[in-house]
């Protein structure tokens, strides 16, 4: 189904963008001009943040250029960020500057837009990828944790700048949400582990909406939940469940304009709409009908692989999502944007206006 509509809302599929260029893509973030930064982290290659371009018109995209290596080899650390030790999450663009979480680092690592580091704000408390310190054991169960463990991160992951310019941050394993100046100066925090509202368990995907109000993606809770400024909780939506309203596991969350929620339900390989209220409208399951221009490209340059598609039974579950792990509404052109990490690509929808159903009885 290329077009999705339900309840005066209707998302036209507009195409697919990526391929092997993307590999281990798992997040993305926009920036001025149609500038996208996308977050490739891969276990065997070069993870790292790549920079590119989506036009407005079909195939109207750039080369993806990398402009933050978190290579293995890299010498750590370099004017261009390499660090041997590092696993990029999730980034957010403001003012000419990236803010990028480092799971592996326990900070946040910022860099200009030609992938030069300016610098490192937050210090980790853990003592190893085994071994966790009381402090972070103390910032995961109460919800004052100790004056030490504030401005500190345990895999933080999603992140998004207020409208004050500040730096809102999902401390996943802290299961709290963070809030710092962009040097890094603590401000407040809320939320403590739990399934009561206002509690979290592994939060992941943060945004906010026109007001500044906050929307988190608690992932282990299968719900969505969204808070006012001060981090008072306002709503809940969604639970773990097979109906069509219901998430399972969701990994990322964001609201357009009019105030329509998308949230990828990361395992059941979806998206689900909300409106502003948190009731129900309809779910997305990908329309990619065809390759993208790189994967055409991959597939053209490869007679394996062109004899292993035609091997195939069908190519139909290509056009689903895989694991859909970020998503963002780009306000400037009204559409969609969700990274499908297990097929290393993004898929787009436009929002359409005032759409109405095609007549066929003429």
């Known amino acids: 189904m290329l077009?999705?509509?339900?309840?005066?809302?209707?998302?036209?599929?507009?195409?697919?963008?990526?391929?092997?260029?993307?590999?281990?893509?798992?997040?993305?973030?926009?920036?001025?001009?149609d500038q996208v930064y996308a977050i490739c982290r891969d276990a065997y290659n070069t993870s790292g943040v790549?920079?590119?371009?989506?036009?407005?018109?079909?195939?109207?995209?750039?080369?993806?250029?990398?402009?933050?290596?978190?290579?293995?080899?890299?010498?750590?650390p370099t004017s261009k960020g390499g660090f041997t030790d590092s696993w990029p999450a999730c980034s957010a663009y403001y003012n000419k500057e990236v803010f990028v979480t480092d799971e592996l680092r326990n900070t946040i690592r910022v860099f200009d837009t030609e992938g030069n580091t300016?610098?490192?704000l937050g210090l980790s408390n853990q003592n190893s990828l085994d071994e966790i310190t009381v402090s972070s054991i103390h910032g995961s169960s109460s919800s004052n944790p100790p004056s030490n463990d504030l401005g500190k991160f345990n895999r933080p992951?999603?992140?998004?700048?207020?409208?004050?310019?500040?730096?809102?941050?999902?401390?996943?394993?802290?299961?709290?949400?963070?809030k710092i100046s962009?040097?890094?100066?603590?401000?407040?925090?809320?939320?403590?582990q739990g399934t009561a509202d206002g509690e979290f368990n592994a939060p992941w995907g943060i945004c906010l909406d026109e007001e500044g109000?906050?929307?988190?993606?608690?992932?282990?809770?299968?719900?969505?939940?969204?808070?006012?400024?001060?981090?008072?909780?306002?709503?809940?939506?969604?639970?773990?469940?097979?109906k069509p309203e219901l998430l399972d596991h969701p990994s990322d969350v964001t609201v357009d304009p009019e105030g329509d929620i998308y949230v990828t339900s990361w395992a059941s390989n979806?998206?689900?709409?909300?409106?502003?209220?948190?009731?129900?409208?309809?779910?997305?399951?990908?329309?990619?009908?065809?390759?993208?221009?790189w994967q055409r490209q991959y597939v053209n340059a490869s007679p394996d692989v062109q004899k292993a598609r035609r091997r195939v039974s069908s190519l139909e579950p290509e056009k689903f999502f895989a694991?859909?792990?970020?998503?963002?509404?780009?306000?400037?052109?009204?559409?969609?944007?969700?990274?499908d990490s297990q097929r290393w690509r993004i898929q787009i929808f436009e929002k359409l206006s005032n759409y109405t159903e095609p007549q066929f009885n003429i």
């Open 118 to 120: 300016l610098r490192e």
């Open 3 to 33: 077009t999705a509509e339900a309840k005066g809302r209707a998302l036209d599929f507009n195409r697919v963008i990526g391929g092997r260029p993307f590999r281990g893509l798992i997040h993305l973030s926009l920036g001025d001009d």
């Open 50 to 76: 790549y920079k590119f371009y989506i036009g407005p018109n079909i195939e109207d995209e750039s080369e993806q250029e990398d402009v933050l290596s978190f290579g293995p080899d890299d010498p750590a």
């Open 213 to 242: 109000d906050i929307f988190v993606a608690d992932h282990l809770n299968n719900r969505v939940q969204k808070f006012d400024t001060s981090g008072k909780h306002i709503m809940t939506l969604g639970e773990k469940g097979t």
């Open 182 to 192: 962009r040097d890094g100066t603590y401000i407040s925090s809320f939320g403590s």
């Open 270 to 293: 979806k998206v689900n709409i909300y409106n502003s209220e948190g009731t129900y409208l309809l779910e997305l399951f990908g329309s990619a009908q065809e390759l993208s221009k």
């Open 323 to 339: 694991l859909p792990t970020s998503v963002q509404f780009d306000k400037e052109k009204s559409r969609l944007l969700v990274v």
């Open 157 to 178: 992951s999603g992140i998004v700048v207020d409208n004050e310019g500040n730096l809102l941050i999902s401390d996943t394993q802290n299961h709290r949400i963070q």
